[in-house]
């Protein structure tokens, strides 16, 4: 490898760089850590890659999205009337039927004017973390939880405090922990409900108890619902802006996974606040700056929502609920087979279970990153590591994926353990 000069032919010193963070933050990152492991698939295995490391079953013809959310969006580009630049916050008729579709779930009514439009929920992190981030301030996220949050904190200067989601008491909050984090300069909590990376669905209660700890503590609750509905046994899925009236809430949301359409790049960012908090401290004001200096989602997009959120049927969201449970218990029951690997709790919502790995057991497996390449480059199956979420010896695995292929999956992985498994 050649390796230029450090002066160019004036004899002047570069003064460009690249940006060391943005590549540190990367690392971090789902995609990141996902590469990685996929650097290591073997092309001379003729199996077909079984992906259950990233929550994208839109590649499956099972998880199809709704007819008519395709329809939607063919005529908007058809009418060639959403070709143009949309408004910062979104263009009102999808801003109104995302403020309606959300509020069918909450005490009170939500107006457009609480309702801005992203590129995909990713964007709406970047929003909302960007927005509270000032010198000195830090953010409480939970252990496991979502890579992009701290990703985001990282390229913004804000520092981040974990605490523990358990997995002896069903992956909830550890509250306790988390008052003793929280200091002044503490911004807001974030929550991600139903859970990814643990398949959680909180309870009424839980929630509320996790509200009253906010107020408690001074500070908003980010609401992670990109899994919103996605909830498929007994517990319901209770938005967190349910209790806006005791502490501020900021929604993250996203139009990718209850529709399966991850690649249409929709989210959301609502503010539930019905006493003005939100506004008072500026916020919404910051939230407004970071979009008039970032791109929208794609108009047309835009412009189909109402007719994807008030035409979708029922049936469509009872076929996905259906399919997510079934291939969840197949995953459970699976993983109880495998000499090595322990789920705590059978998956209630989103598309992920958490697993735990007992490396002690295995030869030649160091740990939970180690797991998975090894596991890559033996039988073309990907796993996400636990590393990537905060969880060093834990992995976490996607059910969604169409069922052939998850049996497939789970099968190679089992013979996988019992190959390396210690006699």
């Not at 010198?135 to 390229?155: D, E, K, S, T």
Request: overall charge negative; glycine content about 8%; hydrophobic content about 45%.
């Amino acid at each position: 490898m050649t390796v230029l000069p450090m002066r160019n032919e004036a004899g002047a010193k570069w003064t460009f760089r690249g940006n060391g963070g943005l590549t540190t933050a990367s690392a971090i990152t789902v995609r990141g850590v996902l590469n990685h492991v996929m650097e290591n698939l073997d092309e001379e295995d003729g199996r077909a890659v079984v992906p259950l490391g990233q929550g994208d079953p839109s590649t499956f013809p099972c998880f199809r999205t709704a007819l008519v959310a395709e329809d939607a969006v063919v005529d908007a580009v058809r009418s060639a009337e959403f070709n143009c630049y949309a408004p910062t916050v979104g263009i009102l008729p999808a801003r109104r039927a995302i403020a309606d579709h959300l509020s069918r779930d909450l005490p009170y009514k939500l107006s457009p004017d609480d309702v801005y439009l992203t590129i995909g929920g990713t964007q709406a992190i970047e929003v909302v973390v960007t927005a509270l981030a000032r010198p000195g301030a830090n953010i409480l996220l939970p252990r496991p939880g979502y890579p992009c949050y701290v990703a985001r904190a990282a390229l913004c200067g804000l520092e981040v405090r974990y605490f523990d989601l358990l997995p002896d008491k069903g992956w909830e909050v550890d509250l306790e922990r988390m008052e003793d984090l929280a200091d002044a300069n503490t911004v807001a909590m974030v929550m991600i409900n139903p859970g990814n990376p643990c398949g959680t669905v909180f309870s009424y209660q839980h929630l509320k108890e996790i509200a009253e700890t906010a107020r408690k503590l001074g500070i908003m609750v980010i609401a992670d619902e990109v899994y919103d509905h996605l909830a498929f046994r007994d517990t319901p899925f209770v938005p967190m802006g349910v209790f806006a009236s005791v502490t501020p809430v900021l929604t993250v949301g996203s139009l990718s996974k209850r529709w399966i359409v991850p690649g249409w790049r929709l989210g959301w960012v609502a503010t539930n606040d019905p006493n003005g908090f939100l506004k008072d401290t500026g916020v919404v004001e910051s939230i407004v700056g970071f979009l008039n200096v970032s791109p929208d989602p794609a108009t047309f997009v835009q412009a189909a929502i109402p007719r994807i959120l008030e035409r979708t049927g029922k049936e469509f969201f009872s076929k996905v609920l259906c399919m997510l449970r079934e291939a969840s218990d197949i995953c459970y029951d699976k993983i109880r087979e495998m000499p090595c690997l322990v789920c705590p709790k059978k998956p209630e919502g989103s598309m992920f279970a958490m697993v735990k790995l007992d490396s002690s057991l295995l030869e030649d497996i160091e740990d939970d990153l180690d797991f998975c390449v090894k596991l890559a480059r033996e039988e073309s199956v990907v796993v996400l590591p636990g590393i990537a979420l905060g969880m060093k010896n834990w992995l976490r695995i996607t059910f969604a994926v169409e069922p052939s292929s998850l049996q497939d999956g789970l099968e190679r992985m089992k013979a996988f353990c019992q190959r390396h498994v210690k006699k």
